[in-house]
């Protein structure tokens, strides 16, 4: 047993001095991962790294990417400013129209249409007729742009003098809008017209159908571009001025710019061509609004988003007989939202040059959003 004792003493006195110093098993050489900092190396357990900074792993490094770091639950895109909370995304959405790089291309691809809530938008300009900014686009009070939407909306418009003075007309105007899809919208649309004038009696009747497809040519930041066909069915009896009587035919382009922080415009511009006839020439019409949305008035319970609206309509006839006679009217009025996505508008309209259509024009409209 003596013996044993000195042979184990001697055997753990030359391993002992065969081994390295303890120092030695602080980690690898520096100059093989020079940024990652290293926890002391303990012989009673295994040696622990500490994870390293974001600012150390280089950005195309995709390897280990954890998942975690994107909470998508809302689809809440918080760092760039885009709070898609309450967006609900149907099936077969493309989710890569929200990601970062391919934001400008949002609207390169046509999707099933989807029902958006008020103050809930796309990435760089929801053609549902929201700012990036957060603020919705209200329609104006003649110069409107039918967005991508789904929308009911009903127009009253008692006018005085009409017809060079002769009559005043009381209009009931109905209009639906059905977008299909992201990018195209079908309208239909006609009224109800009382007409009374100076001499003889009241008359009510039915005005011509009005169709129209519009397409979303282009969706960006700032601006929406659309471009429209819009026909007239003449249903209306025109021996009683209530419809023109022949078909008419109306290429558009609509177009909206968005200044930001509440202020953009809206602007029409159609060319009506007579179809089935030769004794009326075409019109060359024009409308442009000035729109500026007070942002304060944002969680108002009443007059939310209420919005001021300044407008120039004008109509050029391009027939022969009377070509370049312009007559331009000038309308105001205020739109807001009501009922979280719906619309109500007041205005009213004077001509402003020496041809006239009517002495003046008021406007109420409501427009329910589905």
Same mark, same amino acid.
């Given at each position: 047993?003596?013996?044993?004792?000195?042979?184990?003493?001697?055997?753990?006195?030359?391993?002992?001095?065969?081994?390295?110093?303890?120092?030695?098993?602080?980690?690898? +050489?520096?100059?093989?991962?020079?940024?990652?900092?290293?926890?002391?190396?303990?012989? *009673?357990? +295994? +040696?622990?790294?500490?994870? +390293?900074?974001?600012?150390?792993?280089?950005?195309?490094?995709?390897?280990?990417?954890?998942?975690?770091?994107?909470?998508?639950?809302?689809?809440?895109?918080?760092?760039?400013?885009?709070?898609?909370?309450?967006?609900?995304?149907?099936?077969?959405?493309?989710?890569?129209?929200?990601?970062?790089?391919?934001?400008?291309?949002?609207?390169?691809?046509?999707?099933?249409?989807?029902?958006?809530?008020?103050?809930?938008?796309?990435?760089?300009?929801?053609?549902?007729?929201?700012?990036?900014?957060?603020?919705?686009?209200?329609?104006?009070?003649?110069?409107?742009?039918?967005?991508?939407?789904?929308?009911?909306?009903?127009?009253?418009?008692?006018?005085?003098?009409?017809?060079?003075?002769?009559?005043?007309?009381?209009?009931?105007?109905?209009?639906?809008?059905?977008?299909?899809?992201?990018?195209?919208?079908?309208?239909?649309?006609?009224?109800?017209?009382?007409?009374?004038?100076?001499?003889? !009696?009241?008359?009510?009747?039915?005005?011509?159908?009005?169709?129209?497809?519009?397409?979303?040519?282009?969706?960006?930041?700032?601006?929406?571009?659309?471009?429209?066909?819009?026909?007239?069915?003449?249903?209306?009896?025109?021996?009683?001025?209530?419809?023109?009587?022949?078909?008419?035919?109306?290429?558009?382009?609509?177009?909206?710019?968005?200044? *930001?922080?509440?202020?953009?415009?809206? !602007? *029409?511009?159609?060319?009506?061509?007579?179809?089935?006839?030769?004794?009326?020439?075409?019109?060359? *019409?024009?409308?442009?609004?000035?729109?500026?949305?007070?942002?304060?008035?944002?969680?108002?319970?009443?007059?939310?988003?209420?919005?001021?609206?300044?407008?120039?309509?004008?109509?050029?006839?391009?027939?022969?007989?009377?070509?370049?006679?312009?007559?331009?009217?000038?309308?105001?009025?205020?739109?807001?939202?009501?009922?979280?996505?719906?619309?109500?508008?007041?205005?009213?309209?004077?001509?402003?040059?020496?041809?006239?259509?009517?002495?003046?024009?008021?406007?109420?409209?409501?427009?329910?959003?589905?």
């Amino acid at each position: 047993m003596r013996w044993s004792s000195v042979a184990v003493c001697a055997c753990v006195a030359v391993c002992s001095a065969a081994m390295p110093a303890r120092a030695q098993f602080a980690g690898p +050489p520096a100059a093989i991962w020079p940024d990652i900092p290293l926890a002391p190396v303990s012989l *009673r357990r +295994p +040696p622990t790294m500490v994870a +390293p900074d974001d600012d150390d792993i280089p950005e195309h490094d995709h390897g280990g990417h954890d998942h975690t770091a994107h909470d998508h639950a809302g689809h809440n895109h918080a760092g760039g400013g885009h709070d898609h909370s309450g967006h609900a995304h149907g099936g077969g959405h493309n989710h890569t129209l929200h990601g970062g790089t391919d934001h400008a291309h949002g609207f390169d691809t046509i999707h099933p249409y989807e029902n958006h809530e008020r103050g809930v938008f796309e990435a760089y300009g929801h053609a549902g007729h929201t700012s990036i900014e957060g603020y919705p686009f209200v329609h104006g009070i003649r110069t409107e742009i039918d967005f991508i939407e789904r929308a009911l909306e009903w127009d009253l418009a008692p006018t005085f003098g009409a017809d060079g003075g002769t009559v005043d007309e009381v209009e009931f105007d109905s209009e639906l809008v059905w977008a299909l899809n992201s990018r195209m919208i079908f309208i239909i649309g006609g009224p109800l017209i009382s007409r009374d004038p100076q001499l003889g !009696s009241q008359t009510i009747g039915g005005g011509d159908l009005e169709l129209g497809f519009q397409f979303l040519s282009y969706g960006g930041e700032n601006s929406l571009f659309f471009t429209a066909l819009n026909v007239g069915v003449p249903t209306g009896d025109s021996s009683r001025d209530f419809g023109a009587g022949h078909v008419i035919l109306e290429p558009t382009a609509l177009w909206l710019y968005d200044f *930001r922080e509440g202020t953009y415009i809206q !602007s *029409r511009f159609g060319w009506e061509i007579p179809v089935s006839t030769t004794d009326v020439g075409s019109e060359f *019409r024009y409308d442009v609004g000035l729109f500026h949305t007070f942002l304060a008035t944002r969680d108002w319970t009443w007059f939310r988003f209420f919005t001021p609206i300044i407008e120039m309509n004008g109509v050029t006839l391009l027939s022969e007989n009377g070509h370049g006679d312009t007559v331009i009217d000038l309308t105001g009025g205020v739109r807001w939202v009501v009922r979280g996505s719906d619309e109500i508008g007041l205005g009213g309209s004077l001509p402003i040059t020496g041809s006239k259509n009517f002495d003046e024009q008021f406007i109420l409209s409501y427009r329910l959003h589905f």
